[in-house]
Structure formats: structure tokens, C-alpha cells
């Protein structure tokens, strides 16, 4: 069963940086598309972003175009989120989970790991 633990989130000022981890834990993560979610307190859960199998195609939500970047590395096994000039709309717990996209729109499938908690305040 493919699992998944999510790592580096913490307490960030606004326009501050953070790098989430997802690290798999079986070898085959190669052949998964995989992305991040997010939910906010009160809020539902969304997608975030999503990368393929090979790294080479990337989908963002709306909101964070142009701020987050998502990245993998199949020999780790770990998937990243590079998160630049966040903001305290971007605090959420984040999960990793493997995905499909379309344009901004991000499903995810699968079980959900237990995140890792985002807070941007100054």
C-alpha cells in the first residue's frame, strides 16, 4: 500500500518561504502523478498542485501560480512544494496524495497522510 508522509511545514511571517516534503514509501512513485492539497480551518480540502510521473508537466491552483513550485525527485522518492511570498491566506494543514489535473482544477485519489500544519502570521 502506497503511503505517504508530508514534512517542513511551520510558523512563516507574510512573504516569507517554506519547502513541504512528501516522501512515498515504495519504490514504484514513478509511475504516480502527485500533488498537494490543502485545507484551511472551516474550510474544505483543495488542490493545490500536481506534477507527472517524469516531472516534465505541472498544475497549479489559481491562487498560487506563480508563487509555489512543485518538484520531484523519483530517485527519493519525494515530492516538494517550494512556497514563496506567502501569504496568511495560505495557512492550511497541506497533504500530499497522488492526483490528476486538469488546467487548475486538481483531483486527488487515495488514503490521506496526516499533513503537515502551515501557519503564515506575523
Known amino acids: 500500500q502506497l503511503r505517504l508522509v508530508e514534512s517542513g511545514g511551520g510558523l512563516v511571517q507574510p512573504g516569507g518561504s517554506l519547502r513541504l516534503s512528501c516522501r512515498f514509501s515504495e519504490s514504484m512513485t514513478d509511475y504516480y502523478d502527485i500533488g498537494w492539497f490543502r485545507q484551511a480551518p472551516g474550510q474544505e480540502r483543495e488542490g493545490v498542485s500536481c506534477?507527472?510521473?517524469?516531472?516534465?508537466?505541472?498544475n497549479y491552483t489559481d491562487s498560487v501560480k506563480g508563487r509555489f513550485t512543485i518538484s520531484r525527485d523519483n530517485a527519493k522518492n519525494t515530492i516538494y512544494l517550494q512556497m514563496n511570498s506567502l501569504k496568511p491566506e495560505d495557512t492550511a494543514v497541506y497533504y500530499c496524495?497522488?492526483?490528476?489535473?486538469?488546467?487548475?482544477?486538481?483531483?486527488?485519489?487515495?488514503?490521506w497522510g496526516r499533513g503537515t500544519q502551515v501557519t503564515v502570521s506575523s
Open positions: 506534477i507527472n510521473s517524469d516531472g516534465g508537466i505541472t
Open positions: 496524495r497522488v492526483c490528476s489535473a486538469r488546467g487548475s482544477t486538481i483531483r486527488g485519489f487515495g488514503s
